[in-house]
């Protein structure tokens, strides 16, 4: 079981930065890769940046080179900073976490699917 809490949303105007960090709890500890999706008005959810048990980051295309994704390993929290927002980048930001599949001695995000948890969401609204 996984609970996770995400805080650090607001409203920005383009061109701004953001950090949004969540609070990761796992039920002994067991590794779960992590990630951020987030679902804009009238559109389906989608993934943001995910990073595996290791350390392994992968982004969208859209966000690539404006937002990053890292973890507190000690403080069970993971981050995702994002600057040079633009009004598209305007949604309900999601905290993920899901049990993935081993390789490489790691534990490895699936790519191109919903994970299994998430937490309640924290919005961003980027004015132009």
């Known amino acids: 079981q996984v609970q996770l809490a995400e805080s650090g949303g607001g409203s920005v105007q383009a061109g701004g930065s953001l950090r949004l960090s969540c609070a990761v709890s796992?039920?002994?500890?067991?590794?779960?890769?992590l990630g951020w999706f987030r679902q804009g008005p009238e559109q389906e959810r989608e993934g943001v940046a995910t990073?595996?048990?290791?350390?392994?980051?992968a982004y969208a295309d859209s966000v690539k080179g404006r937002f990053t994704i890292s973890k507190d390993n000690a403080k069970n929290t993971l981050y995702l900073q994002m600057n040079n927002l633009k009004h598209e980048d305007t949604a309900l930001y999601y905290c993920?976490?899901?049990?993935?599949?081993?390789?490489?001695?790691?534990?490895?995000?699936?790519?191109?699917?919903?994970?299994?948890?998430y937490g309640q969401g924290t919005q961003v609204t980027v004015s132009s």
């Open positions: 990073i595996d048990s290791d350390g392994r980051t």
């Open positions: 796992t039920y002994q500890g067991s590794n779960y890769c």
């Open positions: 993920a976490a899901d049990s993935g599949y081993y390789r490489e001695h790691a534990v490895r995000c699936p790519r191109d699917k919903e994970f299994g948890y």
